[in-house]
């Protein structure tokens, strides 16, 4: 069970995995062995061991990403907004469609080039 998201990134969504336990009084009539409560009065799961109720203790998980997972993110997510500004102008601008599509075609050279240097340093 997974109670909390400690982030302070919007980018981390958990939802669902809830367990249900059925709620008692403190005077539940005849309890079987293993039987699990949440008990109202003090807030806690509980589980009747043939005499007695014990409450359980566990530690719960947290979920949360790493500065540099953060960083990545939001990175990731102010590239993406710059892109979709520019594509939004390039259609009411053909200066910035001009551009935009010079800036396509230097990043496909610069990938053909990056590659084929790769290969040249992998053959000496």
Not at 15 to 22: A, D, K, L, Q, V
Not at 91 to 96: G, K
Not at 97 to 119: D, G, T, Y
Request: proline letters at 4%; a negative charge.
């Amino acid at each position: 069970m997974i109670k909390g998201v400690i982030s302070g990134s919007p980018s981390v969504n958990v939802s669902g995995g809830y367990m249900s336990y059925p709620s008692f009084s403190m005077n539940s009539n005849n309890p079987v062995i293993g039987m699990m409560r949440f008990n109202t009065y003090n807030r806690c799961t509980e589980v009747f061991d043939g005499s007695s109720w014990y409450t359980m203790t566990a530690a719960e998980p947290m979920v949360s990403l790493t500065a540099s997972a953060e960083t990545a993110i939001a990175w990731a997510t102010r590239k993406m907004d710059e892109e979709a500004e520019w594509k939004k102008l390039a259609e009411i601008s053909p200066a910035v469609a001009i551009a935009l599509e010079n800036l396509n075609k230097a990043k496909e050279q610069l990938r053909v080039i990056a590659h084929l240097s790769r290969e040249h340093e992998n053959s000496i």
